[in-house]
């Protein structure tokens, strides 16, 4: 589906480009690139829905090096740490800001048994990580440490509970152990670990993945699992619990049919409902083709196809909107290299512009789809598919996709609006933009290697001044940052020219900009 479906009157777009001396959408050469001549035209009276930072959320697991040795790497360690958490990590994301963070999974959520990781680190048990290469982890990374990373980072905490193989009993417990205040048994535990203070945890997920590896369900199989489960989770000492149900795999439609069939009307105790859609690559992550970015980039069109099917699948089942749609889990996942995982961890990947791109234009249909949405978790944090960080020992480093969601963060919080965009092409121009008062956020992404496209930007009814920009931006499609080269992609200040009521923004190949303009 093109990348905008509000359309204002062909005529009323017509003249108002006209008017402004705007093309239509052509090709033309420049030297030896194609630029292309985009009209674009934004009505900042309009709403989408309000942008909830939590679109910006992200997602920790224990997977590779994501939690041990790349956010946690133990007070004893030689690497900067505070308390056991990588400093820079800490400095890097509490400055990037991370609205929701998700634990312990994931697919290994579902074998994750909270009480192994509470108490003496030195008396936690060894367990076997079967999700992830059977190995052992000592558990020293658990509940106090997560809130405790959460709380550092300024991010709000969600737990994904143990379904799969946990029992409804352990999953109360684990709610009373974080949100009863103080007097029960398991919040005098809680407290002699060193939090006399609840933990207050509101998003718990019951499972994660229940059609796969969270046991290999039925719909109609976890509808009841759910029912069972979330009910015992319960509201302690002003905390109430937003339990989030597990959704389907990309736009799987049978999935939530039957999962709502098979809940009762009146027993629905679901806030959120979490489907997951990877963006699946041919190749290894600095191996690139543009066909095979092509390919890539095709799948968020189709992301943005889900969302609008699921929604109206949920509004059918809850017609005044109550259920939250999450996408939990969402990224880029490229072919592995063997050698990589062996040295850094499972799932380990570069992360090159391509990736910064695919963030910008997660980020940008998100936006535009900020009604339909309650959460959105990027996969995952460090050193796992698409991460925002990736570190070697003690060197850490910031990645595109760090980058994209830094210059998409001034959208946080705003009302999006509606955009007419000339583009028909799934993978040509991304826009998503958004206004508070007098204020006008505006994110283009040119996801093209071989094409720079120059944008005329009108604005219905208002003057424009006071235009400040920021570029993301590499002409090689494989150019990504290493330990050795931690700069190579990192974002610049731009140039957005402002007069009257339209702007002009000129995107080379492969790049996000991100401008924001006062509106009078
Ligand atoms: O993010 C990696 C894995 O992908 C998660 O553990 C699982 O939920 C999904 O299949």
């Known amino acids: 589906m093109p990348p905008m479906a509000h359309q204002f009157s062909r005529r009323q777009f017509a003249s ?19 630029a292309e001549t985009h009209s674009i035209r934004i009505d900042p009276a309009s709403s989408l829905g309000i942008i909830r930072p939590q679109l910006h959320s992200h997602f920790s697991e224990h997977l590779g090096s994501c939690t041990y040795g790349g956010l946690w790497v133990g007070p004893n360690s030689k690497i900067s740490n505070i308390h056991g958490y990588r400093r820079e990590a800490i400095e890097y994301l509490k400055a990037l800001g991370i609205p929701v963070l998700r634990w ?29 290469g059977d190995y052992v982890e000592d558990n020293s990374f658990g509940t106090h440490e997560f809130v405790g990373l959460c709380r550092l980072i300024g991010a709000e905490p969600y737990f994904a509970g143990n379904v799969g193989s946990g029992t409804p009993e352990e999953l109360r417990d684990w ?3 974080c949100n009863y205040p103080s007097g029960s048994r398991l919040s005098d535990e809680r407290a002699a670990n060193g939090s006399p203070e609840p933990f207050r945890v509101k998003y718990w997920g019951i499972g994660n993945e229940n059609w796969g590896c969270g046991g290999q369900m039925r719909p109609e199989e976890y509808s009841g699992y759910y029912r069972r489960f979330a009910n015992f989770v319960r509201p302690f000492g002003g905390t109430v619990p ?22 009762p009307p009146g027993r629905r105790n679901i806030a959120g409902y979490s489907m997951h859609y990877y963006s699946n690559g041919p190749l290894p992550a600095t191996r690139y083709t543009p066909e095979a970015m092509q390919q890539q980039f095709e799948s968020f069109a189709r992301l943005e ?13 809850d017609p005044q909107h109550r259920i939250g749609l999450i996408v939990d889990e969402w990224g880029v996942w490229d072919r592995m290299v063997p050698e990589e995982q062996q040295k850094y961890g499972h799932l380990w990947q570069q992360n090159t512009i391509r990736c910064g791109i695919a963030a910008a234009l997660g980020l940008n249909l998100f936006h535009r789809n900020a009604a339909k949405l309650y959460m959105c978790n990027i996969a995952q944090i460090v050193n796992v598919l698409q991460s925002v960080l990736l570190t070697d020992g003690d060197r850490c480093i910031r990645t595109p996709t760090y980058y994209a969601f830094e210059l998409l963060k001034p959208h946080r919080g705003k009302t999006a609006v509606k955009v007419e965009n000339d583009e028909r092409s799934s993978v040509g121009l991304s826009i998503s933009a958004s206004r508070r008062n007098g204020e006008l956020i505006l994110t283009l992404v040119n996801p093209r290697p071989d094409a720079a496209m120059n944008v005329a930007c009108s604005v219905a009814g208002k003057s424009v001044s006071a235009a400040t920009a920021r570029i993301l931006h590499h002409a090689d499609l494989n150019a990504c940052n290493t330990f050795d080269r931690p700069d190579e992609v990192v974002p610049k200040d731009y140039t957005a020219t402002a007069s009257g009521s339209g702007m002009r ?14 509106l009078s």
């Open 242 to 263: 937003f339990p989030i149900a597990c959704g389907p795999n990309r736009n799987n439609k049978d999935w939530t049919e039957k999962f709502f069939e098979a809940m």
């Open 175 to 177: 709610v009373e152990y």
């Open 305 to 317: 196809q889900a969302i609008a099917d699921q929604r109206e699948i949920l509004d059918r089942f």
């Open 505 to 518: 923004v000129d995107l080379p190949p492969l790049s996000v900009v991100t401008v924001q303009a006062r």
């Open 16 to 34: 108002t480009s006209a008017a402004l001396g705007f093309y239509a959408l052509t090709a033309r050469r420049a030297g030896s690139a194609t």
């Open 104 to 132: 312990p999974g994931g697919c290994f959520a579902d074998d994750y048994h909270w009480r192994d990781g509470i108490g003496s680190a030195d008396k936690r048990p060894k367990t076997v990580n079967i999700h992830w």
